[in-house]
T-cell receptor, first 115, second 115 residues
Framework: AQSVTQLGSHVSVSEGALVLLRCNYS??????LFWYVQYPNQGLQLLLK??????LVKGINGFEAEFKKSETSFHLTKPSAHMSDAAEYFC?????????????FGQGTTLQVKP | EPEVTQTPSHQVTQMGQEVILRCVPI?????FYWYRQILGQKVEFLVS????????KSEIFDDQFSVERPDGSNFTLKIRSTKLEDSAMYFC?????????????FGPGTRLTVL
């Protein structure tokens, strides 16, 4: 069975600092990997995803993530945090062999950006 | 940009009552999903739906739950007899394809409160 672990339910950074949100997965086969962001009172919005190919994936709003198979990780980074990045971030996986599209989510990480 | 919409944004009901949560997926999407998030917990998969049939359902999705696409635009989740533990945020999502790599687009959610 697949699972996702996000280390740190709350992360606080200063504006302009590096953002690092951690995600590790457990899966019998390398899964497809996703990062979603949720702003207050809004739905989940896709930031980026890894399916195949280049392991460094660039997404919207300056975020990127690197798939590391040896570490079963897909950490999300952004070089310089903006106040507008404050939100909840979810890592998710899906089974590349499945045919139902089910996403399995991590617990979420709330990112706080301090001025 | 097309988006998934959900109504109502907040529903309050008494235990034992039936509720219907409504979703309008993106118009050219063929695959539909419901997820829920109990306060402070993970986003959990409930069900996926394609071609008027359930593709996959989780163990949460018991006989009290049902889904329907009553017309060409709406996708509904019905809970027949609500329990206190059904209180959660319910998210609808849709995707153009069912491949695990395809992006699911989420609605803003319906907050269900069972008293």
């Amino acid at each position: 069975a697949q699972s996702v672990t996000q280390l740190g339910s709350h992360v606080s950074v200063s504006e302009g600092a590096l953002v690092l949100l951690r995600c590790n997965y457990s899966s019998s086969v390398p899964p497809y990997l996703f990062w979603y962001v949720q702003y207050p009172n809004q739905g989940l919005q896709l930031l980026l995803k890894y399916t195949t190919g280049a392991t460094l994936v660039k997404g919207i709003n300056g975020f990127e993530a690197e798939f590391k198979k040896s570490e079963t990780s897909f950490h999300l980074t952004k070089p310089s945090a903006h106040m507008s990045d404050a939100a909840e971030y979810f890592c998710a996986v899906s089974d590349p062999l499945g045919n139902t599209g089910k996403l399995i989510f991590g617990q979420g990480t709330t990112l706080q950006v301090k001025p | 940009e097309p988006e998934v919409t959900q109504t109502p944004s907040h529903q309050v009901t008494q235990m034992g009552q039936e509720v219907i949560l409504r979703c309008v997926p993106i118009s050219n999407h063929l695959y539909f999903y419901w997820y829920r998030q109990i306060l402070g917990q993970k986003v959990e998969f409930l069900v996926s739906f394609y071609n008027n049939e359930i593709s996959e359902k989780s163990e949460i999705f018991d006989d009290q739950f049902s889904v329907e696409r009553p017309d060409g635009s709406n996708f509904t989740l019905k809970i027949r007899s609500t329990k206190l533990e059904d209180s959660a945020m319910y998210f609808c999502a849709s995707s153009e394809l069912v491949l695990g790599a395809d992006t699911q687009y989420f609605g803003p959610g319906t907050r269900l409160t069972v008293l």
